[in-house]
């Protein structure tokens, strides 16, 4: 049975009757309301947050913010989480907007056929199953023994327009998706088989997610949403 529910996860297959969810393509994009590029790649991110195979989430940054706007959405972590992905990819420098799809690959994201794209070709893993039980998170035994981090992502899923009234995108209102309120690091996970308590419930129109990641922003090794 063992064999058969790992098999169902590395094809990305929701097993009937199972506790485990298919992995969904985790699409992460890093935008500011101050920015005038990122409007486009909002939207294009925005048009696949629905999507059942597709874990969207929109992350603000705050090195936009003293250019005539600040973000009401940004938080420092979220920049901290961008910049381990700067390391993680190899790259320079952070900027916007950015999508990082399932920790592994970047792209601008204004064009929505280009990301389109990107999500189909997403590589998949075989990383740990993840399962829900009594206010606890159990992530699995893996084949490969990789240092992770588990992370409780809250994200608000309603459209929430958001009039700018300064900066690079003044007079124009941003209608945002999937925006992430809450980040929270539940703890390591060293490729055995470990448990982790979720913290309380935030706000009831939240939904939430958990991202199996390796650590210094390395690949998403599994993803369940909740």
Request: aromatic share 8%; proline share 6%; glycine share 10%.
């Amino acid at each position: 049975m063992k064999t058969i529910l790992h098999a169902a996860f590395i094809l990305g297959l929701l097993l009937p009757g199972s506790a485990y969810a298919a992995l969904p393509t985790v699409v992460e994009l890093y935008q500011s309301q101050g920015c005038s590029s990122c409007p486009p790649a909002i939207a294009n991110v925005n048009a696949i947050a629905d999507r059942p195979d597709v874990l969207a989430l929109t992350f603000a940054v705050t090195y936009w913010d003293q250019l005539g706007w600040k973000d009401t959405f940004a938080s420092p972590a979220f920049t901290a989480r961008q910049y381990d992905y700067a390391h993680g990819l190899g790259h320079g420098d952070v900027y916007t907007p950015q999508v990082v799809i399932n920790g592994r690959r970047d792209l601008v994201g204004a064009n929505r056929s280009e990301l389109g794209e990107a999500v189909a070709r997403a590589e998949r893993v075989a990383g740990p199953l993840l399962s829900r039980t009594q206010g606890k998170i159990s992530v699995g035994d893996a084949p490969a023994k990789t240092a992770a981090d588990v992370w409780l992502v809250r994200y608000d899923p309603r459209t929430l327009n958001v009039p700018i009234g300064a900066g690079e995108n003044s007079g124009v209102t941003i209608a945002h998706r999937n925006v992430v309120r809450a980040l929270v690091r539940l703890g390591s996970w060293a490729g055995t088989a470990q448990s982790f308590a979720l913290p309380s419930d935030g706000d009831p129109a939240w939904r939430a997610a958990i991202l199996v990641q390796a650590k210094n922003g390395g690949p998403i090794l599994a993803a369940l949403k909740l």
